[in-house]
């Protein structure tokens, strides 16, 4: 009893920053979770490889980047991935990197980011992440172009990393 | 490569709209310099991280939930191998009775702990389960909420209207949804109502029925029959002088108001009771098949039942087809002038000759182009028996056409039937990608009929459409005038909206859909926009149309 209930914890606490970490390899968006839970599986099936609970992020990760890399020889499902040169050039990305976003508050600090946005900015927000609308059709909507829909929403997530910056750097002094 | 141009790159890949060519160029680029790898890691992660945020399928416990499944799915296979391999061998019997036994108890934990974690607020988790736990429930940011679906307050629904003239201005058309309370006052005609238990109550001439419940109503004055069967049974018809409790069965009643009620019995039970003592048993009487009582003044009397003082299905539906026969020829007439008008561009009548070929012919006058072409849908009846029409339901149905040019003025008009507003924009005609001076023409799923013409409008009209409309024929038409700037929109006939733009350009069309939306070749997919529904007459004019038109147009092709 004593392994699955440990298991269950590992997945609950590990799963989001998971898989933000799949994505970060170049992994489409639309597959992040069905890979993410591949990694689980295979968790799972070698339970005993994962020496203390403390290592279970980076085991996790571990994982991730060998089935990351068998996607890579896949010829045939190449779609999830979006692109073979990205995915080997993210590989290479150091493990932690220091940015904050493996620490337990970093979704918390966007969350209170998020709220902080303005009403303008949050609709768009919104409308493209909680309807998946494109941005050829929130322009449509909104009566602009779609370059001027991509731009705000890479500015918007700009400014969100500089608030969360600045929410992770409050907690810690 | 400058920022900015890299930027212009890096949104389109978030977007999903990067071409691959490009995706290669902002690659390259990236692994050249240090700066932008991070930026490009930077909007990866804010993107993935709102998005686990946000988007309602991708809470924690759903995403563990998903984990669980597969291990399941997992343990099943190995079941089954084992019970196909060795049935035997207690060994091995013994495993998979821990394997199974080991999934079942971490499914079992999943789902405790995935409760704890969201009902419980326990010390012991850890933030990030917290944060697991919070994205169950709503996150603070929801703007866009959709409104909640109305409720169904309807009890009863306008089954049939034959030539009725309305005493007061409220009326009613058929399809339309009555509720408690609702009083339908003719001066003369038939309608017939059903009741949502069954029940189907017809009037006669001049007559007043009000709508009491799903099971229930009151025939003020005049003629009425009702047909009642078995899950209707207990039906209520009150009159002022008589409450009709039905037993399974045909009945009618005439209520002439002040003088007297007369009930008869065609066929099967029914029990009256006087209204001021209610429904008790002792107090009932008991009318059987071809039994009729008269309450007025005095004592209740005995009256002859005459099945044909009061109308019949069968005379009913005779006189239906003849009006449909009617209704199906004066729509003919209309068609074949519209045939003939050289200001038409674009003629779909929806009558195919071979319904396994797949082009539409285009049967306007001048019709040397834009033949349509039908991808899926189901053929299947339109306004009339005999009508043909065209239904389209699932994303893949949709009819294609080209049609060159630039036009100064339009009006789009169809007859469509909407079996459900599903998606956020659901098209009735869209050419492909939108570019400059490219027409939509659409309703979203608030019912509201929209024009947009590329930089120049994007017009909805106020809701047209609700629930309660869904499955009835309607008549939509929207025009558009360079010249004037004026653009209008028409429901049934009737004008509903009207608008002055500024900067008016040609109306382009090029390649197009009716009932669906594509994007040019080599452009990454669409948020889907089919239609569901039917239709079965599409017009395409060069000029738009005024309002005295589009009203004769919906009057010659209205169904009822």
């Known amino acids: 009893m004593h392994r699955q209930q440990e298991f269950a914890q590992i997945v609950l606490a590990h799963q989001a920053q998971l898989r933000m970490f799949v994505r970060m390899l170049g992994v489409a968006p639309h597959a992040v979770d069905d890979l993410a839970q591949d990694v689980f599986v295979v968790a799972y099936q070698r339970w005993d490889t994962l020496d203390t609970a403390e290592n279970a992020a980076k085991w996790l990760r571990g994982i991730a980047r060998n089935l990351v890399r068998n996607e890579l020889r896949k010829q045939s499902r190449r779609q ?94 | 490569m400058n920022r900015k141009a890299f930027d212009i790159l890096l949104a389109k890949m978030l977007d999903g709209s990067i071409q691959e060519d490009e995706l290669e160029l902002l690659v390259r680029e990236a692994a050249q310099d240090e700066q932008l790898q991070s930026a490009l890691l930077e909007q990866i992660r804010i993107d993935e991280g709102v998005r ?77 389960q917290l944060a697991a736990q919070r994205i169950v429930t709503p996150p603070p940011l929801q703007v866009e909420r959709r409104a909640v679906p109305p409720l169904d307050a309807g009890v009863a629904t306008v089954k049939q209207l034959l030539q009725v003239e309305w005493s007061d201005a409220a009326g009613a058309r058929v399809g339309d949804a009555l509720t408690t309370g609702r009083r339908l006052r003719q001066r003369a005609g038939t309608t017939q109502v059903q009741f ?135 729509w003919r007439q209309w068609s074949a002038a519209a045939r003939q008008d050289p200001r038409v561009l674009i003629y779909y009548r929806f009558e195919p000759e071979d319904e396994n070929a797949t082009q539409l012919a285009n049967e306007a006058l001048d019709a040397e182009e834009a033949a349509g072409y039908v991808i899926g849908g189901q053929w299947t009846e339109g306004r009339w028996r005999g009508k043909r029409a065209l239904d389209f339901k699932r994303p893949s149905d949709r009819i294609r056409f080209h049609l060159d040019g630039e036009y100064d003025a339009v009006t789009l008009a169809a007859w469509v039937r909407i079996d459900g507003l599903d998606r956020p924009l659901c098209s009735l005609m869209l050419t492909d990608g939108y570019e400059f001076g490219e027409v939509h023409w659409q309703f979203n799923d608030k019912g509201q009929l929209g024009l947009a013409i590329e930089s120049t409008c994007n017009r909805y009209s106020e809701s047209l459409v609700d629930l309660t409309d869904l499955g009835k024929w309607i008549h939509v038409a929207s025009s558009y005038d360079r010249v004037t700037g004026e653009v209008h929109q028409y429901f049934n006939g009737e004008r509903v909206d009207s608008l002055q733009v500024d900067h008016p350009v040609a109306a382009r069309f090029g390649a197009a859909e009716i009932g669906n939306w594509s994007q040019p070749v080599s452009q990454p997919p669409l948020q889907i926009r089919n239609f569901n529904g039917r239709m079965d007459e599409f017009l395409l004019y060069g000029t738009a149309l005024d309002e005295s038109e589009v009203r004769a147009m919906y009057e010659a092709g209205k169904p009822h």
Not at chain 2, 204 to 223: C, D, M, Q, T, Y
Not at chain 2, 256 to 280: A, M, N, W, Y
Not at chain 2, 303 to 311: L, N, T, Y
């Open chain 1, 80 to 173: 999830k991935i979006l692109n073979t040169a990205l995915t080997e050039s993210l590989m290479q990305v150091e493990d932690p990197r220091s940015d904050g976003w493996q620490e337990d508050g970093w979704l918390d600090a966007l969350r209170a980011c998020l709220a902080k946005l303005p009403p303008q900015s949050r609709e768009l927000v919104a409308a493209r992440y909680e309807r998946d609308a494109a941005s050829g059709e929130l322009a449509e909507e909104l009566g602009t172009t779609a370059d001027a829909v991509r731009q705000t929403l890479l500015r918007i997530r700009r400014q969100l990393k500089t608030c969360i910056e600045g929410q992770l750097g409050e907690t810690r002094e």
């Open chain 2, 52 to 128: 686990l945020l946000l988007h309602d399928s991708r809470g924690g416990p759903t995403f563990a939930e998903g984990v669980a499944a597969r291990l399941t799915a997992d343990a099943d296979r190995f079941e089954f191998l084992h019970r196909v391999l060795d049935r035997t061998d207690e060994r091995t019997q013994r495993t998979l009775f821990r394997r199974v036994a080991l999934v079942a108890g971490l499914l079992t934990c999943t789902a405790a702990l995935l409760l704890a974690a969201i009902w419980a607020n326990g010390p012991r988790q850890s933030p990030t």
């Open chain 2, 196 to 330: 949502y238990r069954g029940a189907v109550v017809t009037l006669e001439g001049p007559a007043e029925l009000e709508v009491r419940g799903i099971n229930e109503a009151i025939l003020h004055s005049g003629k009425a029959w009702a047909n009642v069967p078995e899950p209707a049974q207990g039906f209520v018809l009150l009159t002022p002088d008589i409450e009709v409790v039905d037993l399974g069965t045909e009945f009618g009643v005439e209520v002439v108001p002040g003088q007297r009620t007369e009930v008869s019995v065609f066929s099967g039970e029914v029990e009256l009771h006087d209204p001021r003592t209610g429904r008790v048993e002792q107090s009932a009487i008991s009318l059987t098949t071809g039994q009729g009582l008269s309450f007025g003044s005095g004592l209740p009397q005995a009256i002859a039942v005459d099945r044909a003082q009061f109308g019949s299905d069968e005379q009913l539906r005779a006189r239906q087809q003849r009006k449909s026969l009617e209704g199906f020829e004066r």
